[in-house]
C-alpha cells in the first residue's frame, strides 16, 4: 500500500497546495449547515430538536465532530479533502492493478486524480471529495471480492462499509442500495449464480450499517426508510410546469432577483414555509407529482435538461450563456465519448469484461438514472466518474486494440 501510495504523491501535493492556497477559516454555503450538524452531535443530538430537520445525512458531521470537540481551525478540516482525493486515487489504482499492467492502471489513475472539476470544491467543507473517496474505496473492496478467495469476507465487509457510508453521506445512495437490492435479489434467485449473490450480500449488509440512522429517523418522523427531507423540493423544481424554466432548483435568493417569474411558486414556497419540515417535503412531493402527470412532455423535456446539467452543467433557467460551462464540458466530453464508444465492442466481446465490472456499471446506471430524475448539478455526477473511467480503461486494455496501419 504505502509503495503505491508514492506514485501518487505529485496529486497530494497539488491538492494541499489549492486548499492552502485557497482555503480559509471562514465558512461558505453549506459549509455552515454540515457544521451545525456536527456541533449537534457535540452535544448528543443530531437533528435540531425544536423542528426534525434531516436536510443532510449525518456521515459528512461525522468526520467534522473531531474537529468541534476539538475546537480546530477549520482549515485544519478542509485539510483532509486532499487526503480523501489522494486515497481515492490510490485505490484506484490498486483497482485497476487487478485488470491491467502498472503503466496502464498509472495514466487512468492520474486522469482520475486530474480529473480538475474535483478541485471546485476540495477547499470547501463539502460531501463531494469524501463521496469520490468512499466509491473507490468501495469499487475496490467489491472488486477484490472477487478475486481474494483466502479473505472474502473482509472485503465483503468493508465494501458494505464504504456503500452504507457513502449513503450516509448523500443521503441518495440509500435509494441506489435500496434499488440494487432487490435487483440483485431478483437476478440471483432467477440465475443462481455467484455472480449475483455477492452484489446482494454488500447491499443487504450496507443497509443493515445504515439501520441505527433509519432507526433514527422513524422515531423522529414515524416513516420507514426514510433517509432525508430534500428529495421532495428537488423533484418539485425538477417538475415545474412552466415554459422557461429547464428543471433546476431555484432558492428563495434566485427567486428574489425575478420576483414576477417566479411569483406563483415563490407563494406556494410561502405556504409551505410554515409547516415543519417532514409534511413540508411531504407537500413538495405531492406537488411534483400532480405537475408531472399534468405535464408529462415538460418533465421529460426538463429530464433531457437535467441529464445535460449532470454531465456538463448546463443549461439553467434564466441564465445567459458563459465560458465557464467549458469548465465542465471539456472533461466530461471525453468521458461521455469514451464511455458511450465503448458500449458496442464491449458487447461483441462481452465475456472478456470480468463479471464484478458489470455489477459496478449497473450500480453507475441506478445512481445516474435516479439521479436525472431529481434536479441535479454536475458535482453530482462527481462520485460516478471513477466507475466510467474504470469501464473506459477495462475495454481500453482488455477488448480494443489501437495501432497504425502499415
Given at each position: 500500500m504505502m509503495s503505491d501510495a508514492r506514485k501518487f504523491l505529485p496529486l497530494l501535493l497539488l491538492y494541499s497546495g489549492v486548499v492552502l492556497a485557497a482555503g480559509s477559516n471562514s465558512l461558505w454555503a453549506d459549509e455552515s449547515h454540515y457544521v451545525m450538524f456536527a456541533t449537534n452531535l457535540s452535544h448528543g443530538y443530531y437533528s435540531p430538536r425544536d423542528d426534525v430537520n434531516l436536510w443532510y445525512g449525518p456521515g459528512y458531521p461525522l468526520i467534522l465532530l473531531p474537529f468541534v470537540l476539538l475546537n480546530l481551525p477549520w482549515l485544519a478540516a478542509k485539510l483532509l479533502n486532499p487526503l480523501f482525493l489522494f486515497t481515492a486515487a490510490v485505490y484506484f489504482y490498486r483497482t485497476l492493478r487487478l485488470y491491467m499492467r502498472e503503466r496502464q492502471a498509472l495514466f487512468f489513475s492520474y486522469a482520475l486524480g486530474l480529473y480538475y472539476p474535483f478541485l471546485?470544491?476540495?477547499y470547501f467543507l463539502m460531501t463531494e471529495t469524501l463521496s469520490v473517496f468512499l466509491v473507490c474505496g468501495f469499487v475496490f473492496h467489491f472488486c477484490r471480492l472477487y478475486h481474494d478467495v483466502e479473505r472474502p469476507r473482509l472485503h465483503l465487509a468493508a465494501a458494505s462499509f464504504y456503500l452504507g457510508y457513502l449513503a450516509l453521506t448523500k443521503v441518495f445512495f440509500g435509494y441506489v442500495i435500496m434499488t440494487g437490492l432487490p435487483l440483485f435479489l431478483c437476478l440471483y434467485l432467477r440465475k443462481r449464480k455467484d455472480t449475483f449473490r455477492r452484489p446482494?450480500?454488500?447491499?443487504?449488509?450496507?443497509?443493515?450499517?445504515?439501520?441505527?440512522?433509519?432507526?433514527?429517523?422513524?422515531?423522529?418522523?414515524?416513516?420507514?426508510?426514510?433517509?432525508g427531507d430534500s428529495g421532495g423540493m428537488s423533484l418539485y423544481w425538477m417538475?415545474?410546469?412552466?415554459?422557461?424554466?429547464?428543471?433546476?432548483?431555484?432558492?428563495?435568493?434566485?427567486?428574489?432577483?425575478?420576483?414576477?417569474?417566479?411569483?406563483?411558486?415563490?407563494?406556494?414556497?410561502?405556504?409551505?414555509?410554515?409547516?415543519?419540515?417532514?409534511?413540508?417535503?411531504?407537500?413538495?412531493?405531492?406537488?411534483?407529482?400532480?405537475?408531472?402527470?399534468d405535464h408529462p412532455v415538460k418533465y421529460f423535456r426538463n429530464w433531457l435538461a437535467n441529464i445535460g446539467r449532470l454531465l456538463f452543467n448546463y443549461p439553467y433557467s434564466y441564465t445567459s450563456q458563459k465560458l465557464s460551462t467549458y469548465f465542465y464540458i471539456i472533461p466530461n466530453m471525453f468521458l461521455v465519448v469514451f464511455g458511450v464508444a465503448s458500449i458496442y465492442p464491449a458487447f461483441l466481446r462481452r465475456r472478456l469484461i470480468p463479471r464484478e465490472i458489470y455489477g459496478l456499471i449497473i450500480f453507475g446506471l441506478i445512481a445516474f438514472g435516479g439521479s436525472?430524475?431529481?434536479?441535479?448539478?454536475?458535482?453530482?455526477?462527481?462520485?460516478?466518474?471513477?466507475v466510467v473511467i474504470l469501464w473506459i480503461a477495462m475495454v481500453s486494455t482488455r477488448v480494443v486494440r489501437i495501432e497504425l496501419r502499415q
Amino acid at each position: 500500500m504505502m509503495s503505491d501510495a508514492r506514485k501518487f504523491l505529485p496529486l497530494l501535493l497539488l491538492y494541499s497546495g489549492v486548499v492552502l492556497a485557497a482555503g480559509s477559516n471562514s465558512l461558505w454555503a453549506d459549509e455552515s449547515h454540515y457544521v451545525m450538524f456536527a456541533t449537534n452531535l457535540s452535544h448528543g443530538y443530531y437533528s435540531p430538536r425544536d423542528d426534525v430537520n434531516l436536510w443532510y445525512g449525518p456521515g459528512y458531521p461525522l468526520i467534522l465532530l473531531p474537529f468541534v470537540l476539538l475546537n480546530l481551525p477549520w482549515l485544519a478540516a478542509k485539510l483532509l479533502n486532499p487526503l480523501f482525493l489522494f486515497t481515492a486515487a490510490v485505490y484506484f489504482y490498486r483497482t485497476l492493478r487487478l485488470y491491467m499492467r502498472e503503466r496502464q492502471a498509472l495514466f487512468f489513475s492520474y486522469a482520475l486524480g486530474l480529473y480538475y472539476p474535483f478541485l471546485k470544491y476540495i477547499y470547501f467543507l463539502m460531501t463531494e471529495t469524501l463521496s469520490v473517496f468512499l466509491v473507490c474505496g468501495f469499487v475496490f473492496h467489491f472488486c477484490r471480492l472477487y478475486h481474494d478467495v483466502e479473505r472474502p469476507r473482509l472485503h465483503l465487509a468493508a465494501a458494505s462499509f464504504y456503500l452504507g457510508y457513502l449513503a450516509l453521506t448523500k443521503v441518495f445512495f440509500g435509494y441506489v442500495i435500496m434499488t440494487g437490492l432487490p435487483l440483485f435479489l431478483c437476478l440471483y434467485l432467477r440465475k443462481r449464480k455467484d455472480t449475483f449473490r455477492r452484489p446482494m450480500a454488500v447491499y443487504l449488509l450496507a443497509l443493515l450499517f445504515c439501520t441505527p440512522y433509519l432507526l433514527y429517523t422513524y422515531s423522529l418522523t414515524g416513516k420507514i426508510f426514510y433517509w432525508g427531507d430534500s428529495g421532495g423540493m428537488s423533484l418539485y423544481w425538477m417538475s415545474t410546469p412552466y415554459e422557461n424554466e429547464l428543471g433546476d432548483w431555484q432558492w428563495m435568493g434566485s427567486m428574489l432577483e425575478h420576483p414576477d417569474v417566479y411569483k406563483e411558486q415563490m407563494e406556494f414556497d410561502r405556504r409551505l414555509s410554515r409547516l415543519p419540515r417532514v409534511q413540508r417535503d411531504e407537500a413538495y412531493k405531492r406537488q411534483a407529482l400532480k405537475n408531472i402527470v399534468d405535464h408529462p412532455v415538460k418533465y421529460f423535456r426538463n429530464w433531457l435538461a437535467n441529464i445535460g446539467r449532470l454531465l456538463f452543467n448546463y443549461p439553467y433557467s434564466y441564465t445567459s450563456q458563459k465560458l465557464s460551462t467549458y469548465f465542465y464540458i471539456i472533461p466530461n466530453m471525453f468521458l461521455v465519448v469514451f464511455g458511450v464508444a465503448s458500449i458496442y465492442p464491449a458487447f461483441l466481446r462481452r465475456r472478456l469484461i470480468p463479471r464484478e465490472i458489470y455489477g459496478l456499471i449497473i450500480f453507475g446506471l441506478i445512481a445516474f438514472g435516479g439521479s436525472s430524475l431529481l434536479s441535479a448539478y454536475n458535482r453530482q455526477f462527481w462520485p460516478l466518474v471513477p466507475v466510467v473511467i474504470l469501464w473506459i480503461a477495462m475495454v481500453s486494455t482488455r477488448v480494443v486494440r489501437i495501432e497504425l496501419r502499415q
